[in-house]
Every structure is written in C-alpha cells, then in structure tokens.
C-alpha cells in the first residue's frame, strides 16, 4: 500500500473495531497495525473493551470475575452498556474529534454476539443500550478475526497459563462454536463495514491482510485513489 495515502488530512480520526472469539489474535493484531500506523506518521491510540477508561475499567473487572452473570443477562448488558458509555463519551469521541485513530478490541458487536444472539438478550433492550451509550457512532472498519475455536482455545489457554478461565473462556464448547457463527454472520451481512480474516496463519501473515483491508476499506472512501 503506498503509505502515503494514510496521511491524506481527513479531519475526523477513523475508528476500527476489532472483533473475533477467544484467542482469535484481536490483541496482537491490533498492536501490530498501532505500530504501522505510527510509522506512517498517524496518531492513533489503542483501547479496549469492555474498559478502556477509569469508570469502564472498573466495570470489566466486575463482568469478568462472573458477578455481572448471577445479575442475570438483561443486568449483565447493562454493565456492558454502562462500561461503553463512559469510555465513548471520556476517550472514543475526543479522540475522534481530535483527528486522531481508534484502534479498539472488541466494541457494540460483542454485545450483538455476547448478549444478544448467545445471551438471548432482547432486540429492544440492545437497541435502547445502543441509542443511549453509541447513537449514531460506528466503526468506520472492523476487523472479524476468524479461528477454529479448538485452535482460539488452545492460544487462549496457553496464555493465561495456570490461571483460572474468566467468565466467558469458562462457557462449553458450543457456545464458542455458535460465538464463531454468530460473527461470520454479522460479517456477511455488513460487508461494506466489516472485512472477515482468517486469523489462523502466523500473525505477520495475518496482520498484511488486516493492512490490505484498510486500504481497500478506507481508503476507497477518502479517495482520491493514491497515486503509486
Ligand atoms: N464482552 C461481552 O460479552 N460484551 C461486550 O459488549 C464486550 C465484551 C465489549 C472480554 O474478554 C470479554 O467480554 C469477551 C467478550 C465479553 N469474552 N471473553 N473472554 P477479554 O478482553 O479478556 O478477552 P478477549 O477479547 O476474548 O481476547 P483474548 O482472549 O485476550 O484474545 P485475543 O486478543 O483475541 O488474542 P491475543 O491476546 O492477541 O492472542 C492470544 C494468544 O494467541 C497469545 O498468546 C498470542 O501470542 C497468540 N496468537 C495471536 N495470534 C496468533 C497467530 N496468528 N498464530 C499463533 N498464535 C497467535
């Protein structure tokens, strides 16, 4: 790609979402097109979530020690959607707005996914969490990373080593299948948003389709087409 695209001015920051199932390489991925943009001269900060500010950091600890899920599935969304509020309102949007890149690991899909179509968690509920924590906020890209879920399991369990699984690593092997579905799903129905990527080769491997999907994605919307 020619690097020189990425600097065209654009106002806004764009904003790219990285979503998968467990051990799906979100992290590693976006750490290495956070240094490909800086070398590109493109401020860009990484977040996550849920988290990814004070109030939301404080949230995630809570959903995942397990105490959102004896809430129950409508309470736990509230967690997620009070975690999403703080951090769009305190870093997402000024970042935005200040023209700089959000690179963020996992954002509303995951509630999609997580609670709605595994949670069971009404459409209604969702829509209202959505209009009152994003409005009319979406990502400009996400990035679907896509794995077996034996191999994302097995790289997630060799992380974390002999510590104990969290709320959602600890749920059977079907719901990471269905997980897995319920991703490629929303990426077949949103393909001018979302680019699905095979996430089983090597990360370096992985991380020149990630480039590639940039560059077809936003960069055929700033146009004009950068010049060789
Ligand atoms: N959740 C929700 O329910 N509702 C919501 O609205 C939101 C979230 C926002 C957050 O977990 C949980 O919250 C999440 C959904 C739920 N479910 N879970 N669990 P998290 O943030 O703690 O974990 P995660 O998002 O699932 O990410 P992860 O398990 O940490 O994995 P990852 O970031 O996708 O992968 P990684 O850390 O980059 O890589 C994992 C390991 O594999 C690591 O050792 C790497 O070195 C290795 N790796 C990475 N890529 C490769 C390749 N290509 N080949 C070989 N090995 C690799």
């Not at 979402?17 to 991925?29: D, Y």
């Not at 404080?58 to 599935?73: C, D, Y």
């Not at 090597?202 to 999907?213: L, N």
């Amino acid at each position: 790609m020619d690097e020189t695209a990425v600097k065209r001015p654009s106002g806004r920051g764009r904003f790219i979402s990285f979503e998968g199932g467990e051990g799906s390489g979100k992290s590693t991925q976006i750490k290495k097109l956070a240094e490909r943009l800086a070398a590109a001269r493109l401020r860009a900060i990484v977040t996550r979530e849920p988290g990814g500010s004070p109030g939301a950091e404080i949230i995630r600890h809570l959903v995942l020690s397990g105490m959102g899920k004896l809430l129950g599935p409508d309470a736990e969304t509230l967690l997620f959607a009070a975690a999403r509020d703080d951090h769009v309102r305190s870093v997402i949007r000024p970042a935005l707005n200040q023209g700089t890149w959000v690179l963020c690991d996992r954002f509303s899909d995951s509630t999609r996914v997580y609670q709605g179509k595994l949670g069971q968690v009404s459409p209604g509920i969702l829509n209202a969490m959505q209009r009152v924590t994003i409005g009319d906020l979406k990502p400009d890209l996400t990035i679907v990373l896509d794995v077996p879920v034996e191999i994302g399991l097995t790289r997630a369990a060799a992380r974390r080593g002999d510590a104990a699984p969290d709320r959602f690593e600890a749920e059977d092997l079907k719901f990471h299948q269905d997980l897995r579905e319920a991703y490629r799903q929303i990426a077949a129905e949103d393909p001018r948003r979302c680019v699905l990527i095979d996430a089983t080769a090597d990360p370096d491997t992985v991380a020149a389709h990630v480039w590639t999907a940039l560059r077809d994605h936003l960069f055929a919307m700033t146009s004009p087409t950068p010049s060789a």
